[in-house]
């Protein structure tokens, strides 16, 4: 367990997601580190609609997912009460991180394009044809449930990128592997539970 007041930063990589639990550590070093019990006791009693318990307080700051919105404001507002009187605005404040919340969460419903597909995009016609159907099998891969599916896909994006980049390359050899194991898991039999 860490010392009081001083909460685990998340690993999460640049971006809208890291800028917004960034702010928060920010805002909570700003008002002199409170420990999570005495977030928690601002807040409220357990019996209160905006009491915020510890795990919820670690969980909003030091999970490298997007929180729930209402809970971070939430935090934002109890951690505003610790700021000396009129030093912060709590509309202000409680506005920029909503707007950072927002930002946060269009990121993560549409994410970026990978460092591959962002690196095959900076190349001609045949090679932006191939970073799209790349960027494409990496997105069935997280929504398509049929295995056959993303193994086509990932068969198409190795096909596709033998000739251009030759059968060696990276991405040739990892559309195969992806296109291997979407087909081995397709093989699988069902286990007696999902029956």
């Not at 690993?11 to 420990?35: A, K, Y």
């Not at 601002?42 to 700051?61: A, N, P, R």
């Not at 195969?176 to 979407?182: F, G, I, V």
């Amino acid at each position: 367990m860490g010392r009081p007041g001083i909460l685990k930063r998340p690993q999460i990589n640049v971006g809208p997601l890291n800028v917004l639990i960034e702010s928060l550590h920010d805002l909570h070093l700003q008002v002199g580190r409170p420990s999570l019990s005495k977030i928690s006791a601002k807040s409220g009693k357990k019996t209160d609609d905006g009491y915020l318990g510890t795990s919820t307080i670690s969980y909003v700051m030091s999970e490298p997912r997007l929180p729930d919105s209402h809970k971070m404001q939430r935090l934002v507002a109890v951690l505003v009460e610790f700021a000396p009187a009129g030093s912060m605005n709590l509309d202000e404040t409680t506005m920029r991180f909503i707007e950072r919340w927002k930002t946060a969460a269009k990121a993560e419903a549409d994410p970026l394009p990978s460092p591959r597909v962002q690196d095959l995009l900076k190349t001609g016609n045949a090679y932006l044809r191939l970073a799209e159907q790349y960027q494409r099998a990496e997105r069935m891969a997280g929504r398509v449930f049929v295995e056959r599916t993303i193994a086509n896909q990932w068969t198409y994006v190795a096909d596709l990128s033998a000739p251009l980049l030759g059968d060696e390359h990276p991405v040739a050899a990892e559309a195969r592997a992806r296109a291997n194991m979407a087909v081995a898991a397709d093989q699988c039999p069902a286990s007696p539970a999902s029956k």
